[in-house]
């Protein structure tokens, strides 16, 4: 063993982590996902090439990822990715056209229908100039 290395961790996750964690996922798989698969249809109806991915291959934090693009173009993304140590979660809008990246830090009750509604309406529009329709047909007059 290396003496300059530190040591392994054998210590385990807080039982709040543990718990806040699996909550993350259950949130990404019952409340996003189908919205990121709503919008990813959309998408595809309109020419753009997208892939939506639930990411936990790091325990420490899963996340959801919707990956579009024109085709042949770089691809854009739009992920919620699980902060353990704040207990919360970040919204991360990567655009290719320009290398900007936008993150937002919110809770974990920001993974519901209007925000991700709103979130993925903006990343369409900004991104690739595409509404989507839907959204403001769920939306009730006001909201915007």
């Known amino acids: 063993m ?8 054998n210590s385990p996750l807080p039982e709040d982590a543990r718990h806040f964690l699996r909550d993350v996922e259950a949130a990404l798989v019952d409340q996003a996902l189908p919205l990121f698969e709503e919008a990813a249809r959309h998408a595809r109806r309109g020419g753009i090439e997208v892939t939506v991915e639930m990411d936990s291959s790091d325990p420490l934090q899963p996340q959801l990822r919707l990956a579009a693009s024109n085709p042949g173009t770089r691809t854009s993304s739009y992920r919620i990715i699980a902060d353990v140590g704040n ?8 655009y290719a056209c320009n290398d900007e990246t936008r993150t937002l830090p919110a809770q974990l009750a920001s993974i519901n229908e209007t925000v991700i509604d709103t979130r993925l309406a903006a990343f369409f529009l900004k991104g690739f100039a595409l509404p989507l329709d839907y959204v403001t047909e769920r939306r009730q007059a006001g909201f915007w």
Do not use: C, I, K, L
């Open 87 to 94: 207990r919360g979660v970040v919204h991360e809008e990567f």
């Open 2 to 9: 290396n003496p300059a290395a530190p040591e392994p961790s």
